[in-house]
């Protein structure tokens, strides 16, 4: 079994909300990852959680807060977005395992920001 | 900064053909690879991961790696309209921090009947 879930499947919020993304694994993968994926774009990485915390901050603006609260769920906090941060927002997770890491892809969020 | 260049497509094939997508990348110390195909607006689902030089077949894909001159290919034999997608091409360095996967911009593959 390679699911990683997501939820919701569709958001649309706007620039004053506060919303979650979840993510939830469970494969025993003990790394987990955010992605965010604009139309036509490749996957842009933001986070890497590893054995629950943070090993890669990609430089991203604070309204992104990322959360592991325990080995299966990923969340992602959003707060004061902008309507450039509207984007298709990726979980995946994978064993940490050197050369042979895959990385399993979730269905995603498709966030709308107005 | 690692770059991976792929095939800027898109590419266009009958069905019942062979499809070949390709792949290069920047550096040397480069060491896992992957295929994975993304539907329009769904999420990349992994088709193939090769780490040795040489063919790796399942089913109708093969994944071709050549380390000495920096090349990752994915064939798709007796292509299929389901098969129309787009193709990312991920590279992974030996060693490098967790997660650093890095993304071609995807060949767009259209099967027609």
């Known amino acids: 079994d390679t699911e990683v879930t997501q939820t919701p499947k569709h958001l649309v919020m706007g620039m004053t909300n506060k919303k979650s993304l979840k993510c939830e694994q469970h494969?025993?993968?003990?790394?987990m990852y955010w992605y965010k994926q604009k139309a036509k774009k490749p996957p842009e990485l933001m986070f890497v959680?590893?054995?629950?915390?943070?090993?890669i901050n990609e430089s991203v603006p604070s309204r992104f807060s990322p959360e592991c609260p325990n080995s299966s769920l990923l969340n992602l906090h959003l707060h004061a977005l902008q309507p450039e941060d509207s984007a298709l927002y990726l979980c995946?997770?994978?064993?940490?395992?050197?050369?042979?890491?895959?990385?399993?892809f979730g269905p995603g969020t498709r966030l709308l920001v107005l | 900064q690692k770059e991976v260049e792929q095939n800027s497509g898109p590419l266009s094939v009958p069905e019942g053909a062979i499809a070949s997508l390709n792949c290069t990348y920047s550096?040397?110390?480069?060491?896992?690879f992957f295929w994975y195909r993304q539907y329009s607006g769904k999420s990349p689902e992994l088709i193939m991961s090769?780490?040795?030089?040489g063919d790796k077949e399942d089913g109708r894909f093969t994944a071709q790696l050549n380390k000495a001159s920096q090349y990752v290919s994915l064939l798709i034999r007796d292509s299929q309209p389901s098969d129309s997608a787009t193709y990312l091409c991920a590279v992974k360095d030996r060693g490098s921090t967790l997660g650093r996967l890095y993304f071609g911009r995807g060949t767009q593959l259209t099967v027609w009947p």
């Open positions: 550096d040397r110390v480069s060491q896992s």
């Open positions: 090769i780490y040795s030089n």
């Open positions: 959680y590893s054995y629950e915390k943070l090993s």
């Open positions: 494969m025993g993968h003990r790394a």
């Open positions: 995946a997770s994978s064993h940490i395992a050197g050369v042979q890491e895959t990385q399993y």
